[in-house]
């Protein structure tokens, strides 16, 4: 089991209510973006491709997300989560934040760095509708939001593979 190293809260608005957890190049243009033709995602309530997760959120609700580096495989996740999936994604840099679809870069966003370039990365997504404010992960004047958990660990290679 793997212990929490690191973690960021930010609210992930978009007018258009499409957001994205994305590496650095992408948001530097050094990489192919998702609203390139070239970028295939592929997901459920997420999309996942290179360097980038896609997320749809209904436009009258604010998303908070939290972003977390794992040591290791962090707990499975609560069942108190709506949705919750586990995928492989490459990261270029390595460094993560989190930006608009269409309101395009935003420099004011923090970055939650992983340590490792050139890699892939197990990331477990989850998401959920907050009535409430008794989520310990999140700031307490949220009343009403759709949150979302990423959680990045690096895969355990087994040797001679």
Not at 58 to 79: C, F, K, Q
Not at 90 to 114: A, N, P, Q, V
């Amino acid at each position: 089991m793997g212990e929490l190293a690191s973690y960021l809260v930010e609210e992930a608005y978009d007018e258009e209510g499409t957001w994205m957890v994305v590496d650095e190049t992408v948001a530097t243009g050094k990489e192919t973006a998702p609203w390139e033709q070239e970028w295939q995602g592929q997901g459920d309530w997420v999309e996942v491709g290179p360097n980038a997760l896609v997320c749809q959120t209904h436009r009258d609700v604010r998303p908070y997300v939290r972003l977390e580096l794992w040591s290791g495989e962090p707990p499975l996740a609560e069942p108190a989560w709506d949705c919750s999936w586990t995928a492989e994604i490459f990261l270029r840099s390595g460094k993560i934040r989190l930006m608009g679809f269409y309101s395009g870069t935003e420099s004011h966003r923090r970055l939650l760095d992983l340590g490792h370039r050139d890699s892939t990365w197990l990331v477990r997504a989850q998401h959920k509708t907050l009535e409430n404010d008794r989520e310990t992960d999140f700031p307490r004047y949220i009343y009403r939001a759709e949150i979302y958990k990423f959680q990045f660990w690096r895969p355990i290679r087994l040797a001679g593979r």
